[in-house]
T-cell receptor
Framework: DGGITQSPKYLFRKEGQNVTLSCEQN?????MYWYRQDPGQGLRLIYY???????QKGDIAEGYSVSREKKESFPLTVTSAQKNPTAFYLC??????????FGSGTRLTVV | EDQVTQSPEALRLQEGESSSLNCSYT??????LFWYRQDPGKGPEFLFT???AGEEKEKERLKATLTKKESFLHITAPKPEDSATYLC????????????FGKGTHLIIQP
């Protein structure tokens, strides 16, 4: 079955450490997105990519970086510059104006 | 700037007690209004996309409607398994790509 796979499900980061969250899709979708979800807040857009080798900043891109070397993959790196990285991270993809498909999420905690 | 406001924040119903969730929005050129269901610790699950005022869509006990300013998610004779957070989002024709989300309505259906 087609879908989006996020890994790992849980991730722990030490202060000053960079970590990378994986997102892979086999839906043949062109566009991919990263969102952050905090308790009591709506999902907020971090980065998005509409085609391979191209991506744009969303509303809260500071402290994050991405790459899009393959259509199927859109990894997110949380850098040490992100001062409050503890959150639930969601990856999504879409083709055209249809509904976005979301992955199952990665919960990142700073220890 | 696109905005989405959902009400109420939380709603507790008895099994079989029908109700409606509200999603008010302002957007520059609506490309779609989306409803999702999210269970704790999981990614959002797609329910409906509405594209123009007057459009309605149904799925089991759920019915979504759209006007030029708001959308309603009607829940008829809900069951305990309908308990979840329901998210509303819009995609606009201007500015950055991606969905703008409301904060969600946390729905609890008591047996």
């Amino acid at each position: 079955d087609g879908g989006i796979t996020q890994s790992p499900k849980y991730l722990f980061r030490k202060e000053g450490q960079n970590v990378t969250l994986s997102c892979e899709q086999n839906l043949n979708h062109d566009a991919m997105y990263w969102y952050r979800q905090d308790p009591g807040q709506g999902l907020r857009l971090i980065y998005y990519s509409q085609i391979v080798n191209d991506f744009q900043k969303g509303d809260i891109a500071e402290g994050y970086s991405v790459s899009r070397e393959k259509k199927e993959s859109f990894p997110l790196t949380v850098t040490s510059a992100q001062k409050n990285p503890t959150a639930f991270y969601l990856c999504a993809s879409t083709k055209g104006d249809y509904g976005y498909t979301f992955g199952s999420g990665t919960r990142l905690t700073v220890v | 700037e696109d905005q989405v406001t959902q009400s109420p924040e939380a709603l507790r119903l008895q099994e079989g007690e029908s109700s409606s969730l509200n999603c008010s929005y302002t957007v520059s050129g609506l490309r779609g209004l989306f409803w999702y269901r999210q269970d704790p610790g999981k990614g959002p699950e797609f329910l409906f996309t509405l594209y123009s005022a007057g459009e309605e869509k149904e799925k089991e006990r759920l019915k979504a409607t759209l006007t030029k300013k708001e959308s309603f998610l009607h829940i008829t004779a809900p069951k305990p398994e309908d308990s979840a957070t329901y998210l509303c989002a819009v995609r606009s024709g201007g500015g950055a790509d991606g969905l703008t989300f409301g904060k969600g309505t946390h729905l609890i259906i008591q047996p």
